[in-house]
């Protein structure tokens, strides 16, 4: 299955794979702090939806680096959140 893995500041953070859904990667500059989030949505095959969280809000500093590699992923990492999503 195709996913991402991220690697921030020279660590691996997560590896991210959905069979079926959208992966987002945010980077936020808010009252000049710089973080960078991962999150999705899930569609499921009996038209149900989950939102899924892998990684929380990361601050980062001037000179880090953050790096995002798709790969041929066997499993995703254990979200940090999952949430059924009502239509």
């Known amino acids: 299955m195709l996913g991402f893995e991220l690697e921030i500041k020279g660590q691996k ?15 936020d500059i808010i009252n000049g702090e710089a973080t960078v989030s991962c999150g999705g949505m899930d569609f499921k095959e009996n ?16 000179g880090d680096e953050f790096t995002v590699r ?3 992923i066997q499993k995703s990492s254990k979200p940090i959140r999952i949430k059924k999503v009502k239509l």
Do not use: M, P
């Open 70 to 72: 798709v790969k041929e």
């Open 13 to 27: 953070i997560s590896v991210e794979s959905l069979e079926n859904g959208s992966i987002v990667l945010v980077a």
């Open 47 to 62: 038209g149900k939806q989950e939102s899924i969280q892998w990684l929380d809000e990361t601050n980062l500093k001037i």
